[in-house]
């Protein structure tokens, strides 16, 4: 049975809601892409005294889904990484598609945050 049933707030009246197997089933078959981020701290780590530089994060591919991705921040630095299957996506190419996207971004908000240049006219 994909439904399970569950008290209606409120009331004793019951009504059925989709049971996680044919939720999962239904949004999956409509995706093409799993992504998840791990926030960690925006402070360095240590262990046992040792600084954590970077933590990699790790989403396979749900099945269904064709890529997962994932982003795993700690320290102000970011960690991606891409898991495809390979007959569907190119992994590499589609990371570095991302990676270039992240550039260009970073590039644009940089310039919107610097400060005005003196006018076109001036000497």
């Known amino acids: ?9 409120g009331g004793s009246s019951m009504m059925l809601l989709p049971s996680p197997r ?3 089933e239904t949004t999956a078959s409509s995706a093409t892409v799993a992504l998840t981020n ?30 997962g991705c994932a982003l795993a921040t700690v320290g102000g630095r970011a960690t991606i990484s891409v ?5 569907l996506v190119d ?6 598609a991302i990676l270039a ?4 971004l970073d590039r644009l908000a940089k310039a919107k945050a610097a400060p005005p240049g003196p006018p076109a006219n001036s000497p």
Not at 1 to 9: N, S
Not at 83 to 87: C, R
Not at 101 to 104: F, S
């Open 22 to 24: 044919a939720l999962l």
């Open 83 to 87: 898991n495809a299957d390979a007959a």
């Open 38 to 67: 791990v926030r960690g701290p925006p402070h360095a780590l240590s262990i046992h005294g040792r600084e954590v530089r970077d933590i990699v994060p790790f989403l396979p591919p749900p099945p269904g889904i064709p890529i």
């Open 101 to 104: 996207h992240a550039y260009d």
């Open 91 to 96: 992994a590499d190419a589609f990371l570095a």
């Open 1 to 9: 049975d994909d439904t399970t049933t569950t008290p209606r707030p």
